[in-house]
């Protein structure tokens, strides 16, 4: 079983289009995040959802919108989609309380055309 | 937040040698400091965990040290075989809590037969 799950792993569209990707783990954990890698591998922190509440929310652009309709769940949703949001987007999870590692999805590859 | 600085240069070893691979920080000395790895294509997999009063922690052919006087964690490959060939991250956690945890940009291992 694939503990932290993400759709779709790729993703192709045109500049200013609306996209969604989800994002669903069953590790029971309370705490899961949106990360997004870019070409230079950097991994930053964009949302973290703690029991359905956002508890992180780094400079991020106004047309990403996460939603958490339960806390095995969050999606990410992408308003008018820019070049320069071409990166792989990571999902993650982890427990609420402090020092526990974080479970990562294998990522969704998003291109803009 | 945290600044992290690893060597965002390959790093090549020959197959049976010992890796070592450098995290060091800048600002406030973290409570804890991860190291993952990363396969091409996958997200990152969570290795160890050493906290701040602890200066080594092993598990299997792997060792973490973590100096705070020097800001400064190495993280060494004994024995290494081609299968450890990998991007390894180290992250530390942020100040403000929530986990959020801030991560570097990664070395890369090549381990050549």
């Known amino acids: 079983d694939t503990a932290v799950s993400q759709t779709p792993k790729y993703l192709v569209t045109q500049m200013g289009n609306d996209k969604s990707i989800k994002c669903e783990q069953n590790?029971?954990?309370?705490?899961m995040y949106w990360y997004k890698q870019d070409s230079k591998k950097f991994l930053k922190i964009m949302f973290s959802?703690?029991?359905?509440?956002?508890?992180i929310n780094e400079t991020v652009p106004n047309r990403f919108s996460p939603k958490s309709p339960d806390k095995a769940h969050l999606n990410l949703h992408i308003n008018s989609l820019e070049l320069g949001d071409s990166a792989v987007y990571f999902c993650?999870?982890?427990?609420?309380?402090?020092?526990?590692?974080?479970?990562f999805g294998d990522g969704t590859r998003l291109s803009i055309l | 937040s945290q600044k992290i600085e690893q060597n965002s240069e390959a790093l090549n070893i020959q197959e049976g040698k010992t890796a070592t691979l450098t995290c060091n920080y800048t600002?406030?000395?973290?409570?804890?400091l991860q190291w993952y790895r990363q396969d091409p294509g996958r997200g990152p997999v969570f290795l160890l965990l050493?906290?701040?009063?602890?200066k080594e922690k092993r598990k299997e052919r792997l060792k973490v040290t973590f100096d705070t006087t020097l800001k400064q964690s190495l993280f060494h490959i004994t024995a290494s075989q081609p299968a450890d060939s990998a991007t390894y991250l180290c992250?530390?956690?942020?100040?403000?809590?929530?986990?959020?945890?801030?991560f570097g940009i990664g070395t890369k291992l090549q381990v050549i037969p």
């Open positions: 050493i906290r701040e009063n602890e």
């Open positions: 992250a530390l956690p942020d100040s403000g809590g929530y986990q959020k945890v801030t």
């Open positions: 993650a999870s982890s427990p609420s309380h402090s020092n526990q590692p974080q479970h």
């Open positions: 590790l029971g954990h309370d705490t």
């Open positions: 959802y703690n029991n359905k509440e956002l508890i």
């Open positions: 600002n406030y000395s973290p409570a804890y």
